[in-house]
């Protein structure tokens, strides 16, 4: 641990395990909340892990939730999965709700984990509830959301450069999460949040974990994410709440505004000064919006 890092506040998981996929894949997940609760798979964001979930702990007990956050292939401590889709990962939440014995269950995301909310929506209308999505990355035709001659070309060359840039930033930021101290950790990610130094602990603590093996999840990806998803919004059949920050510099609010009017009856609520981790000030909000 780098010097001068604090330690994080938040619940610590009722369960922290791994168990095997039929194909032998180690899938990772952890549990908080309400053991008996409405149950609630979370997906974290891009980089990131089953520990994320700390932030809707108190949440989830206060509603009677229990949370179920997965670390998805090659993060954390879960097996890699080489050249899978986000529909892929449907499965596996299928394979363990399974094998927890769950039938019917709702699905959360934040960021990077909003379009596997999305994935399990198409995948399973029959068990999947409801879904909740915190500052969701979009697919590729939303980046050209509200954008202008100039931001679209610049879009088509990032598109086309992804596979290099996204390998780079992802080692970049593999490297980077070890060595600087928690008082380091960008404040831009959400300034809101990250002023508090039980938040930027808990933060590092759970991309540390994301990132344990290196950043070729990461790199995979960044990389998933900027080609098309296999599957189209306007086919969710499964009723999706969505919150997005106007100050969201991350994933910028146009995205939130384009997913948000191509899913049928999405309901969104738009937060003003908000920005990226809106899971944290949130939280409350969007279990109750769940069970």
């Known amino acids: 641990m780098a010097k001068h890092d604090e330690q994080p506040s938040f619940p610590e998981p009722r369960v922290d395990t791994v168990v095997r996929l039929r194909d032998g894949r180690r899938l990772a997940y952890a549990e908080y909340g309400d053991p008996s609760g409405t149950p609630i798979f979370y997906f974290h964001g891009t980089p990131g892990s ?29 097996s890699s999965n080489r050249g899978r889709t986000l529909l892929d990962f449907a499965d596996d939440v299928a394979e363990l709700a399974d094998m927890l014995g769950i039938k019917r269950f709702a699905v959360a995301g934040l960021s990077g984990g909003g379009p596997y909310v999305e994935a ?24 050209f959301a509200g954008a202008s001659r100039v931001r679209r070309a610049r879009v088509r ?48 603590r ?13 790199a995979q990806e960044l990389l998933l994410l900027t080609r098309p998803f296999g599957f189209a919004l306007r086919d969710i059949a ?9 100050a969201d510099k991350v994933v910028q609010i146009a995205i939130g505004r384009w997913v948000a009017a191509a899913i049928p009856g999405c309901r969104a609520t738009w937060v003003p000064g908000g920005a990226h981790l809106l899971v944290v000030d949130y939280g409350d909000e969007i279990v109750a919006a769940l069970v």
């Not at 700390?54 to 090659?74: K, L, Q």
């Not at 759970?206 to 990461?218: N, T």
């Open 120 to 143: 399990c929506a198409i995948r399973m209308p029959d068990r999947v509830t409801g879904g909740a999505i915190a500052s969701g990355a979009g697919p590729p035709e939303s980046q």
């Open 238 to 246: 499964v009723p999706i709440s969505l919150w997005h920050g106007d």
């Open 50 to 78: 089953r520990y994320e979930a700390c932030f809707v702990a108190e949440a989830a007990s206060r509603r009677g939730a229990r949370v179920i956050a997965i670390d998805r292939p090659g993060f954390g401590r879960s």
């Open 206 to 218: 759970e991309a540390l974990e994301g990132m344990r093996r290196g950043g070729g999840a990461l």
């Open 157 to 204: 060359i990032e598109l086309a450069l992804a596979p290099v840039m996204t390998w780079l930033l992802a080692w970049y930021m593999a490297v980077t999460i070890r060595l600087i101290p928690v008082s380091w950790i960008p404040r831009f990610i959400d300034p809101n949040v990250l002023r508090r130094q039980e938040v930027r602990a808990a933060f590092k």
